[in-house]
């Protein structure tokens, strides 16, 4: 994960030379091995160095062949035509991805199922259209993923996406670091990371600090439900990057150590060790106010990861 947390790094303290761009796609997906298809979708952040050169990071999932769910998070490089004005601009992409693999283990012996994590190479090309006088644009983009002993993967995904113009891309709300400091109540859904995708409802209590404009620090009660997947709770403690799209709007990335006070069995594992990695938009109603929503991927060694997906209203002080 290192790696993609240090492409995240590039993102969050480069300087601004054009317009940061957010995009979300849907398509569908090609197997090599297995000769099957499937649905395929994603989210991208891209952040222009230059007119040519830009990064990215992105969250792909790769649907549901038969006998695995595969997901993860990206981090490339791009060498692109253009990034401003109308018409077409093309690119190309390369880079690493972080992949989590639901697996069918085909055992009668209970075992069922295996969560695995793991590193591959992905290729992308892409051309987009940008609108006249417009943020708004649309784009194809290839995909090719070549992960070392897993299926590669093959995915043509359609996605519209919008470029935020203008901001810095530090934390402009904040008259300084210190003065960002919230708690959040947040509700949602967990989905645990096996073939049957089972569901729960969920909670936590955030408490987020401003350690510096780029970054934030945050200490997070989790309790999973109760249903015979999750049974998990536990504090997470992550640090983020940040970057803001407009004085009210921050997208951020997060990671770190899931300390858990319960847990599932996990076949065969005692270890029961755990982190939380996190995608997360917050929304600056007012001064004091903070409306927020995350997706949390549990990453475990013992086979129970786990998709949280949280909404909440946090006060700032």
Do not use: C
């Amino acid at each position: 994960m290192q790696r993609t947390l240090f492409a995240a790094a590039i993102l969050a303290t480069a300087g601004i030379a054009s317009a940061q761009e957010v995009t979300v796609y849907g398509g569908g997906l090609r197997v090599k091995e297995a000769d099957q298809a499937t649905f395929s979708a994603g989210a991208a952040y891209s952040h222009p160095i230059n007119e040519h050169l830009a990064l990215s990071l992105s969250y792909l999932n790769e649907g549901h062949p038969l006998s695995h769910h595969r997901d993860g998070v990206a981090g490339q490089v791009w060498g692109r035509t253009r990034s401003n004005g109308s018409g077409w601009s093309f690119g190309a992409g390369i880079g690493q991805y972080y992949y989590f693999d639901t697996s069918d283990l085909h055992s009668q012996s209970g075992a069922l199922y295996t969560n695995d994590h793991g590193w591959a190479a992905i290729y992308s090309v892409q051309a987009t259209y940008h609108y006249a006088d417009s943020r708004w644009y649309n784009q194809v983009q290839v995909n090719r993923i070549t992960p070392s002993g897993k299926d590669s993967t093959a995915s043509l995904m359609l996605g519209v996406g919008y470029q935020f113009n203008g901001v810095k891309g530090d934390k402009l709300h904040v008259e300084g670091p210190a003065a960002d400091e919230a708690i959040t109540l947040m509700a949602g859904q967990g989905i645990s990371n096996s073939l049957r995708s089972e569901t729960a409802l969920i909670g936590a209590l955030e408490y987020r600090h401003a350690v510096g404009r780029y970054v934030d620090w945050t200490v997070t009660a989790l309790h999973e439900g109760n249903s015979a997947q999750s049974q998990r709770n536990g504090v997470a403690t992550q640090l983020w990057l940040i970057r803001s799209l407009s004085p009210k709007v921050e997208l951020g990335m997060g990671a770190g150590p899931y300390f858990n006070l319960r847990v599932p069995d996990g076949e065969g594992q005692r270890s029961h060790r755990s982190g939380l990695m996190t995608v997360g938009a917050r929304y600056h109603l007012d001064q004091r106010v903070v409306a927020e929503a995350a997706w949390n991927r549990v990453v475990t060694d013992y086979h129970r990861d786990a998709d949280l997906l949280l909404v909440g209203i946090g006060y700032s002080f």
